[in-house]
């Protein structure tokens, strides 16, 4: 075997704490922190240099949009030795398209549960031909009091697949 003094790599010394005191080991491809804080300030840095081109674009007068974006102030500190970055965003005119609008927020929905007994069923549910859902010992018609007409329709759907035959082609030979 070779020793590390022949290949050239130093082995480190000994386990490095993350510099931001999270309790994780860093490494030294990672700026001495951990893989987590590291992948934080990458995106922390990304979404500065972003944040500093759509300043440059909205000075420049480059905006993309016809004229209904709002006008949008951003102050952006970047201290390169790990510190985090501050994004400070202020709306400070809203275009009138904008503000017209009104918003569409859904309710949230609560959780899916049979429509006989209440019981919760999540995505196990199984939904009628009525519409409504049920649980496994309500999923069948003669289990819930099912108002939907099976009988009709499936004299429908029979009458829909096979139509009737004319006569007039009996008639010609």
Same mark, same amino acid.
């Given at each position: ?13 000994? %386990? ?10 860093? !490494? $030294? *491809? ?32 480059n905006s993309s949009g016809n004229g209904k974006e709002p006008v949008v102030s ?9 510190? %985090? ?10 275009? !009138? $398209? *904008? ?6 927020i859904k309710a949230k929905e609560g959780p899916s549960r049979c429509t006989s ?33 099976y009988r009709n329709a499936a004299r429908d759907a029979i009458a829909k697949a096979?139509?009737?035959?004319? *006569? ?6």
């Amino acid at each position: 075997m070779e020793s590390h003094d022949e290949t050239g790599c130093k082995a480190p010394e000994g %386990p490095i704490l993350c510099i931001n005191n999270c309790g994780f080991f860093g !490494s $030294a *491809a990672t700026m001495n922190m951990c893989s987590k804080c590291h992948k934080d300030i990458i995106l922390k840095q990304q979404q500065a240099q972003l944040a500093a081109s759509s300043i440059e674009s909205i000075v420049n007068g480059n905006s993309s949009g016809n004229g209904k974006e709002p006008v949008v102030s951003v102050a952006v500190a970047v201290d390169v030795q790990a510190a %985090p970055v501050e994004v400070k965003i202020i709306s400070t005119e809203l275009s !009138s $398209a *904008a503000s017209s609008k009104p918003s569409e927020i859904k309710a949230k929905e609560g959780p899916s549960r049979c429509t006989s007994c209440r019981k919760r069923v999540g995505l196990t549910g199984f939904s009628c031909r009525c519409g409504n859902l049920f649980c496994a010992v309500h999923r069948y018609s003669d289990k819930h009091e099912c108002p939907f007409d099976y009988r009709n329709a499936a004299r429908d759907a029979i009458a829909k697949a096979n139509p009737v035959v004319k *006569a007039e082609k009996l008639d010609k030979i």
